[in-house]
């Protein structure tokens, strides 16, 4: 039986043929990745032809651990991308219902429903709580006094998004029983295609999650890119700052044109217009895409363009 395609980002090749050009000609803001990714430095000559050495990868942690300010309690584990962390959550969770507040990202309920498990939008007495914070698509930052199960077993905490508010982070649940963070490499530095994300909890956690995932489950060019990145602080400052002022003007040029905000981060921001399939056809015609949702008709989701991109965002917007 075929799976049932879910809802995500990204999709170029379907716009294309669609509405025509090529792939260098379309400006992609249906996904929440940096437009101007972090540098990838000079790689050692081994990095693509020699398996990865423990060496680097402990690299990678310990440049982890500094960076997010990992408590002593808690392990940190590096994979290919968030998303394999992700699919790996229902392993390590009990039986019983998962509470997954909607609307947010659907990977996690898509992992728990894969594994034959109850999925809920609310309910107090679940055995599991997956909170994506700052949540996708609508920015929500999650209060401990508000998470909606009070005493899961497990609380899987997805702060893919929150490099660009390190203030909010709850990393310090990591070093207490029955809580994982996770976190992604591709959203904040905007390398999304080189597939690296972090599992922190504490040890035993991290051990199950390290048998399932196996050995050398990190690029060498990963590893070595991700640990310059997670040490360049001043690089992680100045994008900070040009993400707010670039939110800012994406937000009045969508003011201008109509559009209501309503939520978002410094990656993307999510606004209400009269027609959302409209305002994405109206934005392809000039082959730029956008990110609509199949349970909102007036919900539209843009991502930041780069630097050189905003005049063609802002003439089509004008149009």
Not at 43 to 70: E, K
Request: charge should be negative; include cysteine; proline fraction near 9%.
């Amino acid at each position: 039986m075929t799976a049932k395609k879910r809802d995500h980002g990204g999709g170029l090749d379907a716009a294309i043929t669609r509405y025509g050009g090529s792939r260098i000609g379309w400006i992609d803001l249906s996904t929440g990745i940096n437009p101007h990714p972090f540098p990838v430095p000079p790689l050692p000559a081994d990095a693509w032809s020699a398996l990865p050495d423990h060496g680097a990868q402990t690299a990678l942690t310990d440049a982890a651990r500094r960076f997010w300010q990992v408590p002593d309690g808690a392990d940190i584990l590096a994979a290919p991308g968030a998303s394999a962390l992700i699919a790996a959550m229902p392993a390590l969770s009990p039986d019983g219902t998962v509470v997954i507040p909607a609307p947010t990202y659907n990977e996690h309920a898509a992992a728990f429903r894969a594994a034959g498990r109850p999925v809920e939008t609310e309910g107090a007495e679940a055995a599991v709580q997956v909170l994506v914070h700052p949540n996708n698509p609508d920015g929500r930052l999650w209060q401990r006094d508000n998470f909606p199960a009070p005493d899961p077993a497990l609380t899987v905490i997805d702060e893919s998004f929150c490099d660009i508010c390190p203030e909010a982070t709850h990393i310090d649940l990591a070093a207490t029983p029955g809580h994982v963070i996770l976190k992604s490499f591709g959203k904040f530095w905007g390398l999304a295609g080189m597939r690296l994300g972090f599992a922190i909890a504490q040890p035993e956690i991290i051990a199950d999650l390290r048998d399932r995932i196996g050995p050398w489950a990190v690029s060498g060019p990963a590893l070595h890119t991700g640990t310059a990145a997670l040490q360049d602080n001043d690089w992680a400052t100045a994008t900070r700052h040009r993400l707010t002022a670039d939110s800012a003007r994406l937000d009045a040029l969508m003011a201008a044109d109509g559009a209501e905000y309503i939520g978002g981060t410094s990656l993307f921001r999510l606004y209400r217009v009269p027609d959302a399939a409209a305002l994405q056809h109206r934005l392809a015609g000039h082959h730029i895409w956008s990110r609509i949702f199949p349970w909102s008709d007036t919900w539209i989701r843009l991502g930041l363009p780069a630097t050189i991109h905003w005049p063609r965002v802002e003439a089509a917007l004008r149009a």
